[in-house]
């Protein structure tokens, strides 16, 4: 079935350090992918998404690229803050409207 | 725009009582929401998707009968966890889609469920 392979975390790094967290999708045709950053004791929030292939989202410094050809839509951030310490899901679209998640990465970002 | 909110945001409740959580769209119509359930550092598991005006559709291994869904108007959906006990501890979270933006979700806040 459709499913969501996240770099495992917990992942710690110090600020303006260069980040990366992987994720690929399974290719059951042509997905919207997505990342949703969760802050502590709260929901869920749309990082940035892509929508086709070549695509790129972005949003607060952080950029992902729909690669079909990897299936992959890592996220990247040139540099990280304090702030940025959060918990990523990596997310497709199934079907009309329900969403497959990844398993989350966990970051912490240290001064 | 696109504003999810849940209330209450943490219930304590003693085990055997039901609770009911609210998820509103607050300036959008949602004819899809979803519930997800959230154990400590794990990712978001999909419970049930409820359509406005119709029943429910719950994913395999969830009790429809333990978590009652309702989607009685564009904004609104409940889950309310009858006779709850100490494993139904955790936290909800509802999100609700858009029509014309496919598999985009809007999320709520979550709710702290603890039961004693």
């Known amino acids: 079935g459709d499913s969501v392979t996240q770099m495992e975390g917990p992942v710690t790094l110090s600020e303006e350090a260069f980040l990366t967290i992987n994720c690929t999708y399974t290719?059951?045709?042509?997905?919207?992918l997505f990342w949703y950053v969760q802050y502590p004791g709260e929901g869920l929030q749309l990082l940035l998404k892509?929508?086709?292939?070549?695509d790129k989202g972005s949003n607060k410094g952080f950029e992902a690229t729909y690669r079909k050809e990897t299936t992959s839509f890592h996220l990247e951030k040139g540099s990280v803050q304090v702030s940025d310490s959060a918990v990523y899901f990596c997310?497709?679209?199934?079907?009309?409207?329900?969403?497959?998640f990844g398993q989350g990465t966990r970051l912490t970002i240290n001064p | 725009g696109a504003v999810v909110s849940q209330h209450p945001s943490r219930v304590i409740c003693k085990s055997g009582t039901s609770v009911k959580i609210e998820c509103r769209s607050l300036?959008?119509?949602?004819?899809?929401m979803f519930w997800y359930r959230q154990f400590p550092k794990q990712s978001l598991m999909l419970m049930a998707t409820?359509?406005?005006?119709?029943?429910?559709?719950?994913e395999q291994g969830v009790e429809k009968d333990k978590f009652l869904i309702n989607h009685a108007s564009l904004t609104l959906s409940t889950l309310t966890v009858t006779s709850a006990h100490p494993e139904d501890s955790s936290f909800y979270i509802c999100?609700?889609?858009?029509?014309?933006?496919?598999?985009?979700?809007?999320f709520g806040p979550g709710t702290r469920l603890t039961v004693l």
């Open positions: 892509a929508t086709k292939a070549d």
């Open positions: 300036d959008f119509q949602a004819t899809t």
């Open positions: 290719a059951t045709g042509y997905p919207s």
């Open positions: 999100s609700a889609g858009l029509v014309g933006l496919p598999s985009e979700q809007f």
């Open positions: 409820s359509n406005e005006g119709s029943k429910a559709t719950y």
């Open positions: 997310a497709r679209g199934q079907g009309a409207q329900k969403l497959v």
